[in-house]
């Protein structure tokens, strides 16, 4: 029972938010990015890392209602950095793609992201910071997924909120 109390004062998630903020207001402050939030950086990763995309599907994959994905495109579109535009199949369905542009922008902020980066992580080692983006990576794919795994036994599944950022 003793190491339960003692990995119970160390708890994930107070340290990974309070790390966000951080990261949030690092990212905030770094004038090279132009103004661009981790909101906007995350879906112009994830439109260049997976191609176009429908706005539902985009949704899904940033874990936000859809009202704010249209918010969060409306702002990349005046900085054109995206392009929508009607998919031919079904003509209610949008499809969002990076502008040319924004695959220059996304470019420059994946670099400059690095010194952010070097700035918040300076602690950690090379391989310490592969492993634990490999980890987050991981835990971010299991919260995504139906049916996620590894929970505590103490934790009742109809007691817990869905888990969707806003």
Do not use: W
């Not at 995350?42 to 890392?49: F, G």
């Amino acid at each position: 029972m003793v190491g339960d109390e003692a990995a119970s004062g160390r708890r994930l998630l107070p340290l990974l938010v309070h790390v966000s903020r951080l990261g949030v207001r690092a990212v905030a402050n770094y004038p090279a990015l132009e103004g661009l939030r981790p909101r906007h950086l995350i879906a112009l990763k994830l439109l260049s890392e997976h191609g176009p995309s429908g706005q539902q599907g985009l949704a899904e994959a940033l874990s936000l209602d859809p009202s704010n994905v249209v918010g969060l495109l409306n702002e990349l579109e005046e900085r054109e950095l995206i392009t929508r535009r009607r998919d031919p199949a079904d003509r209610r369905r949008h499809i969002v793609e990076l502008s040319p542009r924004g695959v220059e922008q996304q470019r420059l902020a994946n670099a400059r992201l690095g010194c952010v980066e070097d700035r918040l992580f300076g602690a950690l080692t090379r391989e310490e910071r592969a492993t634990l983006h490999e980890l987050l990576s991981r835990a971010v794919g299991e919260v995504s997924s139906p049916g996620v795994t590894g929970a505590s036994p103490a934790c009742d599944e109809a007691d817990e909120p869905p888990v969707r950022a806003t």
